[in-house]
């Protein structure tokens, strides 16, 4: 970013934005770019190049100055930057409040830095705004270039974390706490330091700071400690959601073929594969109606494959504002990049970029989209983006062919309904021999997973206000006071089948034998 940074104010490019949670680091680079253009100054006897800070708090203002109050005002502040004659950087903190239509005089803002757009360029000027989220109205969309900070490296954490080593180090003399840790410190930190910053990737390096911090007040160097606080703060992004799963393949009934796909993976992900030239797969579409196992089968990934599991909920990152569900979208792969290897999983991915039958949509749908394609197309990162979608009908051709698979999930089959009630009845404690396996499986036919799911828990709680075990009649008669989506959205069903001859997999072998055997079903 720095060499970038640095062509673009020695081309005299007027208005930078860069987005970024990091004013600290983001004006250390500032810095030590004006530092290397005043260095190697053309002609002795120009001016240095100077560096102007502007908040809402202090108005504008130098190292040397404590700010003028007067030019807290961001209509002043960009009054008073006109009349600056030096040369050099002026840097807004903040300033996408004032550039959004939440400000009453966002119009009279917009129109300064337009006319301050020619002004910047012959008195060898540069603003630079530095905001946590990009926000640039469709007037200034020509003049301001935006600019992405990375996030941390891996060299720049590992100092972090080196640096605080040292003060351990230099506390060990004067503190007999620290001096009885320091040889487990030293241990865990010369076995462990690669793990510990490779954890800490997808942090910013203030974020990365304090949970060493955190391992060194409790007293241990701990990998755990850094997995559970990067948690804490995806979740606290609004944007992702961290899964810590546990349950694996055995927990899916049917779907074999996909299943068979999930195990192939885990080995495309090995650097036996890597070595093979075998690529890492980075796209899985799973469709199909709610309750038949897309979402399980989301979780599940990741457990096979050893890696942690991102969601992303398409309805929820939403925003009415313009622009914000673009950047929300552009957050959320930024940090799953970060924090890769991972699974990705997007849920109802139709609910952001279906565009309609006619091919078009909404310009932030098509904004979203974009992001979307570039991401999936151009990122190296190590992840596998697994999306779920009821409805696929208008998602654009070019989205589909960014997925190496795309599987339909139908409706169980006599036998994977088999398996599912297996594995639910296991999960509460009862062992399927002792049901009329047979029955229960025939008056399901049509009923999904999550269905089967709910007659056994109102079964077992039918059973339990009769003071009773549960048994087959317990279930039935719950069979028979739940009606089925099947018989609900069968015209849906049909339309689903009809899209998924021509564009998807099955994910399920075909139900050979209609018969269930009757026999409870052993997971290996």
Not at 33 to 40: G, I, P, S, T
Not at 287 to 297: D, E, F, I, R
Not at 409 to 432: F, M
Not at 500 to 509: D, I, K, M, T
Request: with cysteine.
């Amino acid at each position: 970013m720095m060499d970038e940074l640095d062509v673009l104010i020695r081309a005299r490019y007027p208005i930078l934005y860069i987005e970024t949670f990091e004013e600290d680091r983001a004006l250390q680079r500032i810095r030590s770019v004006l530092e290397r253009q005043n260095a190697n100054r053309e002609r002795p006897d120009d001016p240095a190049k100077k560096l102007w800070c502007w908040t809402v708090t202090k108005g504008l203002h130098t190292n040397k100055q404590t700010g003028d109050p007067r030019t807290a005002d961001p209509v002043e502040a960009l009054a008073e930057i006109g009349k600056l004659r030096d040369p050099g950087i002026v840097v807004l903190k903040d300033f996408h409040h004032y550039l959004s239509d939440h400000y009453g005089n966002q119009d009279l803002v917009v129109r300064m830095l337009r006319d301050l757009n020619v002004d910047l360029q012959t008195t060898k000027k540069t603003i630079v705004i530095l905001a946590p989220a990009t926000t640039v109205p469709a007037d200034l969309q020509k003049a301001i270039t935006v600019l992405d900070m990375p996030l941390p490296t891996y060299d720049e954490i590992g100092d972090r974390l080196d640096a605080r080593i040292g003060e351990v180090r230099r506390m060990a003399p004067v503190s007999d706490r620290v001096t009885a840790l320091m040889p487990a410190f030293e241990e865990q930190y010369r076995a462990g330091r690669d793990d510990l910053i490779r954890s800490a990737l997808g942090l910013t390096l203030d974020e990365a700071e304090n949970v060493y911090a955190k391992c060194i007040a409790q007293g241990n160097l701990s990998i755990k400690t850094v997995i559970d606080e990067k948690q804490q703060i995806i979740r606290k992004s609004g944007i992702l959601e961290y899964y810590q799963n546990v349950e694996g393949l055995e927990n899916v009934g049917g779907l074999d073929v996909l299943k068979g796909w999930i195990r192939r993976a885990e080995r495309r992900f090995s650097r036996d594969a890597e070595a093979y030239g075998v690529e890492r797969p980075r796209g899985l579409l799973l469709v199909g109606l709610p309750g038949t196992g897309k979402s399980l089968s989301a979780k599940v990934t990741p457990y096979v494959l050893r890696l942690p599991l991102l969601r992303m909920d398409m309805s929820s990152i939403a925003s009415k504002w313009y622009g914000e569900t673009t950047n929300n979208i552009k957050a959320a792969l930024k940090l799953a990049d970060a924090v890769s290897p991972a699974v990705f999983w997007w849920d109802e991915v139709e609910k952001m970029i279906s565009t309609g039958g006619d091919g078009g949509g909404h310009e932030e749908t098509l904004r979203a989209l974009g992001v979307l394609l570039t991401h999936m197309e151009e990122s190296t990162a190590p992840i596998l983006r697994v999306a779920t979608c009821n409805t696929p009908y208008h998602l654009p051709p070019e989205f589909l062919q960014r997925f190496e698979r795309i599987f339909f999930v139908d409706l169980p089959t006599g036998r994977e309904r088999e398996e599912i009630w297996n594995i639910h009845l296991r999960h509460v404690g009862r062992d399927p021999v002792d049901f009329a396996m047979t029955e229960l499986v025939r008056e399901t036919e049509g009923y999904v997973g999550r269905e089967i799911r709910t007659i056994i828990k109102e079964g077992l709680g039918a059973a339990f206000f009769d003071d009773m075990e549960v048994t087959t009649d317990h279930f039935k008669a719950e069979i028979k006071r739940l009606v089925p989506m099947s018989k609900q959205k069968q015209e849906e069903i049909d339309r689903l089948r009809t899209w998924a001859e021509r564009n998807a997999v099955s994910a399920s072998l075909p139900d050979v034998e209609s018969e269930p055997t009757g026999r409870a079903v052993e997971f290996s």
